[in-house]
Nanobody
Framework: EVQLVESGGGLVQAGGSLRLSCVVSGLNFNDHAIGWFRQAPGKEREGVSCILNSEGSTYYADFAKGRFTISNDKAKNTVYLQMNSLKPEDTAVYYC?????????????????WGQGTQVTVSS
């Protein structure tokens, strides 16, 4: 069974930092890309960042560039999302997911399965 478990969310003041973790099991980690998405109340789910585990190539949404960094640790089957200079508008549930269909864009329909999500709350 493929499982993804997110952790690292919490409450932080604006300007602070958090590091999210996504532990993946049940598949060959090196054969897949892992993406981070987020969803705030009343808003659509949106892609944040993605990493191709074999190559280390990374992709970022415009709002994440310069503030967020995605990385992996192949020995631990773990993908990280380092988030710096957090803003209140970053408040959302953050999910990681396996890319199941090759696509140069981060389309939600091309990712499965999904983790349970971890809450990030940024106060002003």
């Amino acid at each position: 069974e493929v499982q993804l478990v997110e952790s690292g969310g919490g409450l932080v003041q604006a300007g602070g930092s958090l590091r999210l973790s996504c532990v993946v099991s049940g598949l060959n980690f090196n054969d897949h890309a892992i993406g981070w998405f987020r969803q705030a109340p009343g808003k659509e789910r949106e892609g944040v960042s993605c990493i191709l585990n074999s190559e280390g190539s990374t992709y970022y949404a415009d709002f994440a560039k310069g503030r967020f960094t995605i990385s992996n640790d192949k020995a631990k089957n773990t993908v990280y999302l380092q988030m710096n200079s957090l803003k209140p508008e970053d408040t959302a549930v953050y999910y990681c997911a396996v890319q199941s269909r090759l696509n140069p864009e981060m389309n939600e329909a091309d990712f499965s399965p999904w983790g349970q999500g971890t809450q990030v709350t940024v106060s002003s």
